[in-house]
């Protein structure tokens, strides 16, 4: 497996065209084709290939301040089961080698309990919850919000011998 930072916008695009994985990380009403990933220098996208050289996951790394940014790491259903823990690796390597945040922060709806857990497995801990403030399958939901400091990071990776 590879990873790459991606700045064409039509492979990002056609990434989430996925029927599967938008349904899972978007709120009800939003259309894919609407999508327009932000291409600023700032915001990273980072895609991840498996040996075939298919593209089977994006991370998206946006700013929040400075210091902090919001991190999502998205896998097509096929590969998650097979690939996840080496996507997850690979991803937490590049936040510490390839950006200067401090601290890194995801929300993940309430009824993804297996994501949850795997950003638990990644080193990021639970510092709150956003509540009713997703519209997922016509009702609201609450979202639960992670973070993950960069010495807990370090920490993290070097533990994992990553």
């Known amino acids: 497996m590879r ?43 980072v895609g991840f290939y498996d040996d075939d050289e298919s593209l089977i996951g994006i991370m998206h790394i946006a700013p929040e ?23 997850g690796n690979m991803g937490m390597a590049y936040l ?3 950006t200067d945040f401090w601290k890194f922060h995801v929300a993940i709806a309430e009824q993804y309990g297996a994501v949850r857990a795997y950003v ?23 979202q639960y919000l992670y973070g993950l400091d960069r010495i807990k990071l370090e920490l993290h990776n070097k533990l994992r011998g990553i």
Not at 28 to 39: R, Y
Not at 128 to 135: A, D, E, P, T
């Open 120 to 142: 638990v497995g990644l080193g990021f801990l639970q510092e709150g919850i956003r509540y009713q403030s997703l519209i997922k399958d016509g009702k609201y939901v609450d």
């Open 65 to 87: 301040s400075l210091s902090t940014c919001v991190v999502h790491i998205n896998i097509l259903k096929e590969y998650r089961y097979k690939h996840s823990a080496t996507v």
């Open 96 to 98: 510490q080698d390839s």
């Open 3 to 45: 990873l790459e930072r991606l700045d064409h916008y039509e492979t990002i695009r056609d990434f989430f065209q996925d029927k599967e994985l938008w349904k899972r990380i978007s709120e009800d009403g939003m259309d894919s084709a609407d999508l327009k990933p932000d291409m600023m220098e700032h915001i990273h996208w």
